[in-house]
């Protein structure tokens, strides 16, 4: 392979240009061909997927999800592609080498006098130099997973994240997604420093790991994927604040893992030796985590915002083309934006969902409302099921795995360890503060929930230039495998083994009163931190930003009247009466809204009247509070998977029969 | 500019590879963030153009389309990056040169002993590198118009044929698209050259120009643009018929012009006289047109078939997502399939989306139709918008603008001309043998409304190498501009001028009962090539493809029985009585499809009894045909302009009013 021909400053020589041309231009087709037959292998493992998911679907297994198929169906082909076809690397192709004493992005190449432009694509290792082309042909520019794979499948988890559940429980979701991937993180580096350190004395390093890389390897297995999990959480609909604990940490700490390792990376003291501790770099490492997290989120929100603005003073609803067009733009400007400035599009991208989703969406025709979820859903699936096919894929074609079984044994230990690090400790400092506490059986399902999915991929392969990464990336591979196939496969086994109620239809119980459960479920309203953000959300926010909410008259004090009057549209006045807003039926009453009008300060407290919570899942204690959960759940959810499966669990199906009659009352 | 730095055969020198790669990634991380940046300006135009458009279409404006506008702002962006931005090309980026006598693919530079992979991105003229960094930035690889953009367009024109009046004016439609195309890429070619000859003799040519080149233009100019005018014609409820030849033969003339200029330019006579008149070489190329023509055709429909299959045997619609998902992939495989095929992808792609809408629509689930429709017309909408601002910019931004006034007057001539050759000597033809006779005004309008739009802007600048291709794409650029403009901003007065029936709306028809309208749009039908496939394809495709039309039991003869009974589906037989056939309202009744069941020979002939044709437009004659022809009107159309504007045109007005206790009857 690389048979170099140092072909040097040789004079032009003057070639019949026609027949070059033609030569030129068949063998750029030849190469535009080759790249259609490879993305066409992809596109039909896709379809095979979905074909074989629906036979499951329709089937009802349930042990395996459309992901963990997705993979296998890419193993398969990763076999084939590694020991079935053998296309010798065109020779022809890579003689030419010439030396230069830079790279530059951009090479001109002088041929015989005519001047070819060629851009850099990457380092080639000796030892990476493949002789299948088929193989080289199938890896993708690991950029493509975070700059179009992954910014879909983001957005979607924030636009859809738009619940009840995740605003009530955000302080322990903050919680877990970001001093709780911090944790197992730091806990996860340590270990394997210590497993590095071992493997050294017993020389089965072959060679440098450093502490950063530690670090680094606990910063992307710490993001966990909500996917799998939540696609059988939502079929099965599972109690809702397990479900929102779940989806609320898994979505964000993307986002915390993606900024950490960034982080880590950019950690580089000062002088030669760069593999020391230094106060100073560390302190830079903190801010550039601070400042990039800060950056996306502001840049995220902010276009969200001004996505509502649009959407809120111009009447473009009218045409739904030209609005699901437009925040189709705006959102993906997001990522663009904050990629040109230097932040994180895809961090930018997840607050942007969430800002779009609680604020623009209210805005939106019934169509687009519609539309969008369902553009981004189908964006999501395909992106998500590549990934993992890729994922598949690259196990028997991705060029230089390092498998070491020590680092492998070790990495399933630390990932175990640090999952139980982060959950049970944070899960006991928060139950201290909280009235609705997480019981025992919500963590160990979170435990186990912790799978590893896209994002951690994504950062695992973003770059395998040294030996460490190399295994790392090898090691993770296995563990987003293993988790995805046990932890996922085994998801309904473990909830019916912790006993966590399923099965319960939110449809059900939509006769009862609106007005009634709102005000049940508004004395359970105990965390602060939610209370004081639904104020001022509610008061300010919405009314300015959407159509929903009450009269920006009536929320801000009377010496603001003439402001308040220009900011308030036509359609908030209407709203006076009784809420039209898309989460008034969540949230609070009426009548508590109109109490707490102009003032921030949290006046209904509800502590104390309500306290008597079940602590072990029992029946009766918990059907009425149960029952508030649930009727808020599935409002803005996407329903995709049809089916329904009751398992047989004791204690949750009587319990709801036992209700209905007390329900339709 | 371009200082050659000629660093060659130089000793590999070790520098600190740690450095090194800290600059490496930084250059690459500086080299994103341009590229975003440089896709926001896309991104932001388009959001502007949204915006504005929606402003025109709130106050109903209806001068200047959409597509007209992104133009516009493309040109004054264009201008500004053009005089405003002065960008110096980066000099580090492309200070190396070196030297080799080929122009592989793939290039493997040696910097260091380090090895860097560059992948050709074309070549560069002396004349043509650019100081400007920023133009050269935004000016993208042709070849992405017809993987990217150009496919969703085209899918979505095909998806959205599915129409009676397609199928009834299918002769005709076949013709102009054909003959039309043809005719007017000869008759534009022939004029032109004697433009050439002229232009040469008056000195007023720079380089060459062959018989070939100005058969090429004469072909990218006859592939015209149905947007513009059918947006407006949508919008106005134009005469059914007139939409469905005008969208007809636009939509297929587009891959009539791409296989006919790329046959052209297969056109290669052996030896070295390159551009002599040679039997083998032009029927060589008339085999190329042939055998890509049908090649694409037949994996268009092969894949569109497959997809029915795949719906039909699967019980897919009970998971929408799977079931647009797969819709989606089975759809971009197609291209994908044809390009590796070295058919060409953009021509199956709409044959394609003709399948799907006539076969596998009718197996989707409701929401999936909805979601399919949306989904496309929402990609086309921002494909289409995104070609018509960059056609703007690259007016300011294209590096090698040939405009020659003497060869740009000569080609508006030629256009227009080719038009008239096209439109009026085939309708003359064709009203031979039709019934249904097209009339003067219709023909004024075809003339009228043949826009040029995003296929020959992309055919223009897919290859503008030498001096007679530069010339053509500036002067293609204006023709663009020109009939954009001022054709498209004229439609509503030339409808009115040729006073031609607008602002029918078919839901007040709809009360008529389906099977009047059917028996008497019956007797019109005349077309003997609709008959034939009518009758095959309703006995025999749709009931294999579909879960719609009649069993198969019933219509294939006695023998066929147990083949028969197999390929049924339940559904089918439910079929039996009054058919769902989506299209069962739109072509025949009940009664004469049983008559026509199992002989393909044409039974039932309409002929003579009905043959008062007006041949003026007049309103009385006129009343119950158009009725029936308005009927049909906007079953699958997608609606995607929501206002309508009705304009004051006294013959058509009255008419529907008159009509209207009839109608109710």
Redesign the interface.
């Known amino acids: 392979m ?1 048979s ?1 021909m ?5 004079s ?2 003057e070639t019949d240009s ?1 027949m070059e ?1 033609i030569v ?1 231009e068949k ?2 087709e030849e ?4 790249d ?2 490879d ?2 292998i992809f ?2 493992l ?2 095979l997927t ?2 074989t ?2 036979l499951f ?2 089937r009802r297994f349930r042990f395996l999800h459309e992901t963990g198929l997705a993979m296998i169906y890419g193993l398969i082909v990763g076999v084939i592609l590694r020991y079935g076809v053998h296309v010798p690397r065109d020779v ?21 006098n ?13 030892d990476d ?1 493949q002789d299948n082309e088929m193989l080289r042909k199938v890896t993708f520019d690991p ?1 493509v997973f975070f ?1 179009i794979l992954l910014p879909p499948i983001i957005f979607h988890a924030g636009y859809s994240l738009k619940r009840r559940h995740f605003f009530r429980n955000m302080g322990s979701i903050l919680a877990y997604a970001f001093m709780g991937t911090v944790v197992s993180c730091f806990f996860i580096g340590l270990l394997m420093y210590g497993c590095v350190v071992l493997m050294k004395y017993l020389q089965q390093l072959d060679g440098e790991f450093f502490f950063t890389d530690c670090l680094f390897f606990g910063a992307i297995v710490s993001a966990t994927d909500p996917v799998t999990v939540l696609a059988i959480f939502n079929e099965l609909q599972v109690d809702v604040d397990l479900y929102a604990l779940l989806f609320g940490e898994s979505v964000l700490n993307d986002a915390v893992a993606l900024v950490l390792s960034s982080s880590i990376v950019a950690y580089q003291p000062e002088g030669d030796n ?1 593999h020391t501790f230094e106060v100073m770099a560390m302190l830079k490492s903190f801010g550039v985590f601070l400042g990039v997290f800060s950056g996306s989120f502001a840049l995220g929100v902010v276009t969200g915002v001004v996505t509502a603005l ?1 959407s809120f003073f ?3 609803r ?2 739904q ?2 609005e ?3 925040f ?3 959102s ?2 997001t ?3 904050a ?4 932040f994180t ?1 895809v961090v930018a991208v997840l607050f942007c969902g969430i800002t779009q989703a609680h604020y623009t969406f209210n805005n939106l025709s019934p169509e687009s409302q519609d ?1 969008t979820k ?2 981004f ?2 964006l999501n ?2 992106a998500e099921n590549f990934i993992f096919s890729y994922m598949g894929l690259t196990l028997f074609t991705f060029h230089s795995h390092v498998f070491n079984p020590m680092f492998i044994v070790g990495a399933f230990i630390a990932v175990f360890l640090g999952r139980a690090a982060n959950i049970y400790p944070l899960s006991f400092l928060l139950n201290l503060g909280r009235r609705n506490k997480i019981r025992s059986n919500f963590q160990h399902m979170m435990m186990f929930a912790g799978l590893r999915g896209a994002m951690t991929f994504a950062l695992a392969i973003r770059d395998t ?1 040294t030996y460490a990464r190399q295994m790392m990336f090898s090691t993770t591979l296995l563990i987003v495998f293993f988790t995805v196939w046990v932890c996922g496969g085994g998801t309904t086994q473990m909830l019916s083994c912790q006993r966590i109620r399923v099965g319960v239809d939110s449809d059900q119980d939509n006769s009862v009163s609106v007005a009634e459960i709102s005000r049940r479920s508004t004395k359970q309203e105990s965390a602060w931190l939610f209370r004081i953000w639904y104020n001022f959300d509610h008061n300010y926010l919405k009314p300015i930003l959407t159509h929903s909410g009450p009269p920006l008259t009536a929320t801000l004090p009377p010496c603001c009247g003439p402001l308040a009057r220009f900011l308030t549209s036509p359609q908030a006045f209407e709203n006076e009466g009784p809420l039209k807003d898309d989460d008034s039926d969540l949230i609070l009453t009426d009548g508590e809204i109109n109490l707490s009008y102009g003032d921030i300060t949290v006046s209904t407290d509800a502590t104390g009247a309500h306290s008597a919570f079940p602590s072990a899942g029992g029946a009766g204690a918990a059907t009425s509070d149960d029952l508030d959960k649930e009727l808020a759940y599935g409002d803005h959810e996407l329903v ?4 329904r499966l009751v398992l047989p669990m004791d204690d949750s199906e009587p319990s709801i029969t036992e209700l209905q009659p007390h329900i339709r009352m």
Chains 1, 2 share one sequence.
């Open positions: 690389l170099e140092r072909v040097t400053a040789q032009p020589q026609a041309n030129t063998k750029a190469s535009h061909r080759q259609s037959a993305l066409l596109i039909m896709l379809t979905i074909l998911i629906w679907k329709h022809s192709n890579v003689t030419m080498s010439c030396h230069v004493n830079a790279s530059p992005a951009t090479l001109l190449v002088n041929v015989s005519r001047f070819y432009e060629y851009t850099l694509k990457g380092e080639i290792r000796g130099v950029e700059n760069s649009i111009t009447k473009l009218d045409f083309l030209l699901t067009a437009l189709f733009l705006m993906w400007s990522f663009l934006l990629e040109a400035c230097g599009g539309r369902q553009l859903e189908l699936f395909l230039a995709m998977r049809g089916t």
